[in-house]
C-alpha cells in the first residue's frame, strides 16, 4: 500500500497492540502492587498457616494484610520455619533456597552478610513518595540498626539528627533506633538482648538486604533463640511524611519465649530544630523542647506523668532573638501499634518518651539501666515521665508469649504533621486500618520498579540488570523523573524527585526534597543537565524540552546560572488568563472559585499550588484533573539561582548532548527545534565577569594573578530587582524604539535555539588562551574537576572545553549545512563574530596579536550586552556561518595538535597554566591593594595527565588507529592503576603548586587527588565504547564497573555507584578499591548512555537520502550477556526488544538479519536492518508492544 494508506492501516491494526500492552502492564503493576512474598518463615499469614505457592495472588493480599501481627502469641507451624538443602538454622530465613544469583534474595534485593563487620559505608532510602505523597529523607549506615539520620525536607528538618558519616558510623548504634528485649523461657534466668547493638556479637548472625526503597536487617541471636527482623521503607501515596519501620521478632528456639520488648528512637528531635543549633547550642535548645499529646497540663484536660500513645514532638516557640516571637504548631510525631488478624484496627502501643526512665543515669546511652531494673514494659511505660526540657526518646513498650515458630511484629510509624489535628483526625486513623503497613511497603517498593521500568533488562547477568534500574534511579533522584502535565497530545514537561545530592558523606551539601505532592528540588546546572542527557531516549514525549530549558538558561555571555530550579507554571500575565482560572476554579470546586482561582493567578509548581489550597481550606476533589487543566492553560517558565560565586567553564558542555539525543529519536524534527520553535529568552544573573584590567593582578611572591574575575554589578542588580515579581523577571530585556529604556518599551529578547548554541560556540571560542590551546577559565570556576579550584587565579586553561567548543561547531557546521537556511542573531553577536573572522583571516597576527584582538572583540561585546540588547539582528547566510565554523574549528584542531606536544605526542593534556612573563602596571589597585596590570607576554605550562583530557579526546578523534592509539596510550600512563585495573582521576601530583585547589590538600589516592573517580571512569569507558573499541570497552567493565566488583573490597552493595574509588596510591593498602560518596553522582548519566550504546546503539532513528525516517538497531552486547542465546531491554521506556544470537557471538561482530514488529497476527515481519517511513514512526510512536531481532 501507499504510505498515506499504510499510516491509516498501522493506526487501526496496532491499535490492539496499545491495549495488549496496556492490559500487560495493569496485570504487572497488579502484580507488584501485591507483593506476594512467598519466602519461606517471612510472611505471618492468617491462623498461623504457611502462604502456599497455589494460593491466588487475591488470596495473598489478604493473608498480608490481615497477618502482620503483633505483640501477640502468633502461632506458626515449625514446619514453616524448617531449613532445606542443609542450611544452618541461624541463617536469615529472608533468603531463598535456591537462586539464580547468590547476592539476592526471592525479591531481588542485595544481600550484604555481616554488614557490621565490614567496611563502613553510608547509603540512603531513595525519599520518593510518589506524585500524591509527601517524600521524606532518611539515611542509613551498616552499623547498629541502619538508619542514622531522617527528617523532613533538608538538614533542618530532622527527627533523628543529620550527622557527617564519620560521626554516623559511631552514633547510629547509640543515638538511633533501638531494640532492647527480655527473653524469659522455663528453667532459664531471663536474658537481656539489644539486638544489632554490640558490635562483632560472636553469637549473633546479622545481614543486611538492600533494596530500591526498602532496607531490612536480620538478626539471628542464637543464645537467646530469637530472630529479629527490622524493615524500613518511607510511606508514599499520603498527605504526610512518614518513615514506617517494621520489627518482627520470631522465636528460633525449641521452648516458649516471654518476650518484654522496647523498641524505638534512643534520640528525637522535635519539630523546629534546625542543624546549625544542634551543633552549636543543643543544650540550650533542650530549654524549648516539649513534648504534647502526651498529658502534660497545656495540652490535656487530664495531665498524665506516664506514657502515652500519640506523642507530638516541637519547640514550645520560635528560639529567635527578636521583637517577634512565633508559635509553632508543626509537629514531629512518633507511634507504634499492633495489627491484629480479623481485619480490625490496629492498637495504639504506649510510647515512653523520657529517655531517663530507659537509661537511667547512663548518659552514653549504652546500658537501658530502667528497662533492666523494671518488671515488665507494662511497667516501665507507667513509670513518671519528664516530657519537657531534654532531647526526648520514643520507644514503644508492649510483649509477646511465642511458642517455637511463632513470630510477632511492633509497627511505627515516625514523621511529620502539621497539626496535633491533623495527627489524630488523620494521620493515626489511616496508619491504624487494616493492612496499611503492607499496603504500603507493597507500593514503595511498585513505585521505584515503576521509575525504573524504562531501563529494564533481561541477561545472563542478573547484577548487570539490577545495577542498570539502581542507575536509572540514583540518576533520576539528581535529574527528575519526567511528568506529563495538561493536554495529552501536547504535555508540559514537569521533573519530580530531583534534589541536589547531599548525604552522610556528601555532608557539604544542603539538599532539599519539598514535602509536597510532586515533590522536587533544585539542583546544579551541570548535574541536571548530565543527568537528564537521555531523557528523550527513555521517555519520547520529552522532545525538546531540555534542550530549550538548558538553552534558555545561557546568559549572553555564554555563561549560565550554578543552580537550576524545576520549570513553573504562569497565568499572571494581566488580562491573558483570567478566564481560564476562573474556569478551572469554578469547575473543581464552585464554592472557592475566587481563592482558587487567586491561587492560580500567581506562579505555581504543584506541591505549591496543593499545598496553599489546604492551607486555604480548599478541598480538591479532583487533584489530576484540575492540575491537568491548570497546566495545560498556563505557560510554563524555566527558573534558575545565580548564587553570587562565579561560572564555571564546562557547564555548557552537555548542551550539545541534549541536542544530539533529541536528534537521535527525532531527527525529522530538527530543523523545527532549532530553527523554528518558539524563541527562547537569554537568563540574566547579576554577575559580570571583568575585562583583563581589573582582574589581572600581581601577587607579592608569586606573580601575576587572575583574582575577583566576576562581580555583582549594581546596575544589574537594581534591574532584577525591579522586575523580580514578573514570571519573566529574570530575562534579558532588548530598548524599545529609539533606545527607550522605559518598562512599557523594553521587552524580553529572544532568539531561535539554534541562534542560542551559535552564540554558545561564539562565547567559548573567543575564550582561546594566549597560546591557543585551551577554553579561558576566566570567571572564577574551573571546569568539571573543581578541585582544581585554584586554576582560575593561575590564569589557567583547559583542553577539554577546547574539545567541546569543536563538537559545538562541528555540529552546527553539519547541520546548517544541511539545512541550508540562515541564522537570525542579535547584532551584537554579529560584530563579534565579525571582528573574530578578521582576527582569524589576518596571516599577519602572532598568537598573542590575535589572542589580543579576540579577547579585545569579546570584552566589547560583554560591555554592550551587560544590561540590555539593542534588538537589532543581523541573519547570518548559511554558507558565510559555514565558513566561519570551518575556520574556527580549523583554529581549536590546531590547538589540540599543539598541545600534544607537552606530553607523549598521543594523549592530550587537560590543563594549562598561563604564567605572565612580562607586564605593565595600569596605575590602578584593587581592594587589597593589589596593582593590576596588562599582560603583555606568556609561557604556557602544562600540568600531569588527567584522565579528562583522553576522554574529551576521543570525541574529536575519527580515525579508528588513532582512537586505538589513544587508548593504548593511557593504558601504558600512570594514569591506569594496574593493581586495581581501573583508571585514576590523575597522575601523581607531587611537585605541583599547592596553588592548583584544593584537591593538593588531599593525600594522593583520596578525593580528587590521585584516586579513580568513577564519573570521569565512566566518561572514559563511555568513549570507548562511542569508538567503537569495543572489546577494550568490555575490558575494562570487567574491573571498572562496580557490578563486577567484590563486595569485600568495594566496600558497599556494588549495584551502587561511589564517588571515588581509593586507589592504589593511597598508603593504606587495606583501603585500595573501597568506594566513597555513595550513589548521586555523574556516573550515573554516563551509565546509562552506556547501557543505551550497548542495548540499541548510537542512533536509532536516521534519516534516508530522501529525508525518510529509518529505524534501526546497533546493539553492543557481548557473548556473556546473552542467556540461552537471547538478551532483551526496554526501548524508549515501551516497547521490549529481544535480540537473538543463536551464533553466540559478540554482537559488534554481527549484524542484524531481519525484525518482527509486534506479536501475534497482526505482527510486521521484515527482512533486513532497519525499519524506513511509516514503520519507523509506528516504532517511535510505541505502536508495537514488542521487537524481535535477529543477529547474524
Known sequence: PGQRQGVAFARSVLKNLRKTSASKQTSVAAAMAVISRRREGYDVVGGGEATTSNKSWRAVVAGIALGVLALAAVSIPHSNRAHRNGRSRDLPTTLKDSTESKDFDADGRYVVTDYDSRKPFASFLPGVGGEWGKPMWAFYVNRGQGVAAFGVENKDGPLLEFEPANKAYADASFKGFRTMLKVSRRGRATELAQPFFAPDDARANRTMIVGMNELELVEVDGAAGIETRVLYYTVPGEDFPALARRVT??????????????????????????????????????????????????????????????????????????????????????????????????????????????????????????????ASAAALAAADEVKVSKTPCAFSASAASLRPGASATVTSLWGRAESVAQLVDDVAPAALAPGFAARKRAEAVALTERLTAVVRSDTANPLFDAFSRQMMLDNLLRGGFPEFLGDAENPKVYHTFSRIHGDLERDYNNFQIDATFYSQGSGNYRDVNQNRRVDVLLFPKVKDFNLRQFLTLKQADGYNPLTVQTAYFSMETPGEFDWQAQAIAGAESSSSQPELAGLLSRPFRPGQLFNDAAAAGIELKHKKAFLDAAAAAARQVFAANYTHEGFWADHWTYDLDQIISFEAVYPDDVERAMWDAEKLPFYQSSGVVQPRDFKYVEVEGLGVRQYNSVYDDPEKLGQLADRNTRPDGAFELAVGAGGDLTANATTVYRVAPVAKLVLLFVTKFTLLDPSGLGIEMDANKPGWNDAMNGLPGLLGSGMPETCETWRVGAWLRKTVKRVGRPVVVPAELAALVANATAALDDDALDALAYWEAVAAAREAYRARVRLFFSGDEVALAADELVAFLDKANAKLEAGVAKSLKY??????????????????????????????????????????????????????????????????????????????????????????????????????????????????????????????????????????????????????????????????????????????????????????????????????????????????????????????????????????????????????????????????????????????????????????????????
Open 249 to 374: 521478632f520470631t522465636n528460633v528456639g525449641r521452648t516458649r519465649a516471654e518476650l518484654e520488648i522496647l523498641d524505638g528512637l534512643a534520640k528525637l528531635e522535635p519539630f523546629g530544630v534546625n542543624s546549625g543549633m544542634l551543633q552549636a547550642m543543643g543544650r540550650t535548645l533542650e530549654g524549648w523542647m516539649r513534648v504534647y499529646h502526651c498529658g502534660r497540663a497545656e495540652d490535656s484536660a487530664v495531665v498524665e506523668k506516664a506514657a502515652c500513645e500519640l506523642p507530638y514532638f516541637k519547640l514550645s516557640a520560635s528560639t529567635a532573638d527578636s521583637a517577634q516571637v512565633q508559635a509553632i504548631e508543626e509537629g514531629n510525631f512518633a507511634f507504634a501499634f499492633a495489627e491484629p488478624a480479623g481485619g480490625e484496627p490496629a492498637a495504639l502501643l504506649p510510647m515512653i518518651v523520657d529517655p531517663d526512665v530507659v537509661f537511667g543515669r547512663d548518659t552514653t546511652l549504652r546500658a537501658p539501666e530502667g528497662f533492666a531494673a523494671a
Open 903 to 1192: 606530553t607523549d605526542g598521543v594523549v592530550m593534556p587537560t590543563y594549562f597554566q598561563h604564567v605572565v612573563t612580562d607586564y605593565d602596571y595600569t596605575g590602578l589597585v584593587n581592594f587589597v591593594g593589589q596593582p593590576f596590570v596588562r599582560a603583555k607576554k606568556f609561557e604556557a605550562k602544562v600540568f600531569p595527565l588527567f584522565l579528562e583530557g583522553p576522554t574529551r579526546q576521543l570525541k574529536t578523534v575519527g580515525d579508528p588507529a588513532t582512537r586505538e592509539a589513544i587508548h593504548d596510550a593511557v593504558l601504558a600512563s600512570k594514569l591506569y592503576d594496574a593493581p586495581l585495573g581501573q583508571y585514576k582521576i590523575c597522575e601523581s601530583l607531587k611537585g605541583q603548586p599547592f596553588e592548583m585547589g584544593r584537591m593538593m590538600a588531599f593525600t594522593p589516592g583520596w578525593l580528587e587527588n590521585e584516586s579513580v573517580w568513577l564519573h570521569m571512569s565512566f566518561k572514559y569507558y563511555l568513549e570507548l565504547l562511542r569508538a567503537g573499541l569495543y572489546e577494550q570497552f568490555w575490558t575494562a567493565m570487567k574491573t571498572g564497573a562496580p557490578y563486577n566488583m567484590d563486595l569485600d573490597v568495594y566496600g558497599r552493595p556494588p549495584l551502587e555507584c561511589g564517588s571515588f574509588i581509593v586507589s592504589s596510591a593511597y598508603p593504606d593498602e587495606e583501603l585500595w578499591g573501597a568506594s566513597f560518596l555513595a550513589r548521586l553522582s555523574g556516573s550515573t548519566a554516563e551509565f546509562l548512555s552506556i547501557w543505551l550504546l550497548v542495548m540499541a546503539g548510537p542512533t536509532p532513528f536516521t534519516l534516508d537520502d530522501d529525508g525518510q525516517l529509518v529505524f534501526g538497531l546497533a546493539p553492543a552486547l557481548p557473548t556473556a550477556l546473552f542467556k540461552d542465546g537471547k538478551a532483551s531491554f526496554r526501548f524508549l521506556g515501551g516497547v521490549d526488544v529481544t535480540y537473538h544470537n543463536p551464533s553466540g557471538a559478540d554482537a559488534w561482530t554481527l549484524s542484524v538479519a531481519k525484525m518482527t514488529l509486534g506479536t501475534g497476527p497482526l505482527a510486521v515481519a521484515i527482512d533486513g536492518p532497519v525499519a524506513t517511513g511509516w514503520l519507523a514512526e509506528a516504532v517511535r510512536a510505541l505502536q508495537f508492544d514488542s521487537i524481535d531481532v535477529y543477529l547474524a
